[in-house]
């Protein structure tokens, strides 16, 4: 499904579920904020991203997702992308000329200026914070990283940024690199239908967000909070504020010693 076409320097614009692999493709240009995903499997996109908000926004135009694919640019009859770690030890590390050459490219097709994301458990933890950060470039581009990483000197000569998506290690940044992405595109203009939903939202004060409740009044003995059925909306807000308090300093005392 293909919608919204647009033009600039003769060049079409295409926004699709389907991410467009920028080895095979012609040149796009687009105003629309852009993420480029360098990876070893480029089938793994648009995944959970072309459903529900994400992928609406997606076909809408709103933004733009590009694969490219590592392999492309690997070496020999098989394509070699990684090799043995200089040193010694287990597991294999991914070339920087590999890399270096997916990146350039990269930066030749699209040249906005958009932050260089290298996805690592050693990397500073993703925030709410940090997704607001990058929404406000013309997108942003990632390498989802495999094995044991890629080659340090890759990393210093394209001053790329490293960044978590927790404490924990996965076999690749893939997943890391959507759940990043969904965050970042629900925050762009439109992309919510009541952008109130964002200022409402876990992290986006510095506090975890208050307890919700819906229909119907009553459940398993358990009755709505007769404050929010009230109609005094200034109330309302006072009580919502005041358990988001007490939910970020019961569960996450850090966040709340940060505020303090």
């Not at 796009?28 to 499997?41: C, E, I, K, P, R």
């Not at 986006?204 to 119907?216: A, D, F, I, M, W």
């Amino acid at each position: 499904m293909t919608k919204s076409m647009k033009s600039h320097d003769g060049k079409s614009t295409v926004a699709s579920q389907n991410p467009r692999n920028v080895m095979s493709s012609q040149t796009f240009f687009t105003q629309a904020w852009s993420v480029d995903v360098l990876t070893l499997f480029p089938e793994a996109f648009p995944g959970v991203l072309g459903h529900s908000l994400t992928g609406n926004a997606l076909n809408a135009g709103k933004w733009e997702l590009n694969t490219i694919d590592l392999r492309a640019f690997g070496v020999g009859k098989h394509k070699n992308v990684d090799d043995k770690p200089a040193g010694g030890g287990a597991g294999m590390v991914l070339r920087a000329d590999i890399v270096g050459k997916a990146i350039e490219h990269v930066l030749k097709v699209n040249s906005a200026e958009r932050p260089l994301i290298f996805l690592s458990p050693r990397g500073r933890p993703f925030e709410q914070a940090l997704a607001q950060k990058w929404v406000t470039s013309p997108g942003v581009i990632l390498l989802a990283g495999r094995f044991e990483g890629i080659d340090q000197r890759v990393i210093d000569h394209y001053l790329m940024e490293e960044v978590s998506l927790g404490d924990f290690v996965m076999s690749g940044g893939e997943i890391a690199a959507q759940a990043m992405i969904d965050t970042c595109v629900r925050l762009l203009p439109s992309v919510l239908g009541n952008p109130r939903s964002i200022v409402d939202e876990s992290h986006t004060s510095g506090l975890l967000e208050y307890p919700q409740y819906t229909k119907p009044t009553e459940w398993k003995g358990k009755r709505i909070p007769q404050v929010l059925q009230s109609g005094n909306h200034q109330k309302i807000a006072e009580w919502r504020r005041d358990q988001a308090e007490i939910v970020t300093k019961s569960r996450r005392p850090d966040l709340w010693n940060k505020r303090r």
